[in-house]
Antibody
Framework: EVQLVESGGGLLQPGGSLSLSCAAS????????MNWVRQAPGKGLEWISY????????YYADSVKGRFTISRDNVKNSLYLQMNSLRDEDTAVYYC??????????????WGQGTLVTVSS | DIQVTQSPSTLSASVGDRVTITCRAS??????LAWYQQKPGKAPNLLIY???SLQGGVPSRFSGSGSGTEFTLTISSLQPDDFATYYC??????????FGGGTKVEIK
């Protein structure tokens, strides 16, 4: 059974840093690209970052580029998101999601339960 | 950037109703569109991929259609478990996956 379990969320002040983790199991982690998607309270879904299985390709949404860093450890079957210079508008539930490749792109077929990050003074 | 617009934003319906949600892309994305269902406090759940392919385990009352710039999600006979928020997502570009704003299906 595919499982994705996020951790690391919490409450912090603007300008702070936080690292999120996503532990994967039930599939060959290194064979799949992964994404981080977030959802602000009461709002819709926002894709923020992508990393290929081999880590050779990484993308970010403009809203987090230069502040967030995605990475993965294929030995530990884990995905990470290092978040720096946090702003109030980064307050959201952060989901990791597996990408099912479909030709040159793909869709998110499995999602974790999410971890809440609250940025507030 | 490819924009994705969903309509309506809210939909009131009764059990047994046929429900249709529309998603429009700002440019031709071929069949590269997925639909998700999300219930309060839960992660999104994949329903449809490649515009019309049903994800395994998803009830057959859900169907998707369309290509290019206009897509629809149809629930043929709304069930109590279907009251939720639905999102479309274009994946024409893997480097910028964009979601629609969501459609909340409420009990009439």
């Amino acid at each position: 059974e595919v499982q994705l379990v996020e951790s690391g969320g919490g409450l912090l002040q603007p300008g702070g840093s936080l690292s999120l983790s996503c532990a994967a199991s039930g599939f060959t982690f290194s064979s799949y690209s992964m994404n981080w998607v977030r959802q602000a309270p009461g709002k819709g879904l926002e894709w923020i970052s992508y990393i290929s299985g081999s880590t050779t390709t990484i993308y970010y949404a403009d809203s987090v580029k230069g502040r967030f860093t995605i990475s993965r450890d294929n030995v530990k079957n884990s995905l990470y998101l290092q978040m720096n210079s946090l702003r109030d508008e980064d307050t959201a539930v952060y989901y990791c999601a597996r990408l099912h490749h479909d030709f040159w792109s793909g869709y998110c077929d499995y999602w974790g339960q999410g971890t809440l990050v609250t940025v507030s003074s | 950037d490819i924009q994705v617009t969903q309509s309506p934003s809210t939909l009131s319906a009764s059990v047994g109703d046929r429900v249709t949600i529309t998603c429009r892309a700002s440019q031709n994305i071929g069949p590269w569109l997925a639909w998700y269902q999300q219930k309060p406090g839960k992660a999104p759940n994949l329903l449809i991929y490649q515009a019309s392919s049903l994800q395994g385990g998803v009830p057959s009352r859900f169907s998707g259609s369309g290509s290019g710039t206009e897509f629809t999600l149809t629930i043929s006979s709304l069930q109590p478990d279907d009251f939720a928020t639905y999102y479309c997502q274009q994946y024409y570009h893997v480097f910028l996956l964009t979601f629609g704003g969501g459609t909340k299906v409420e009990i009439k």
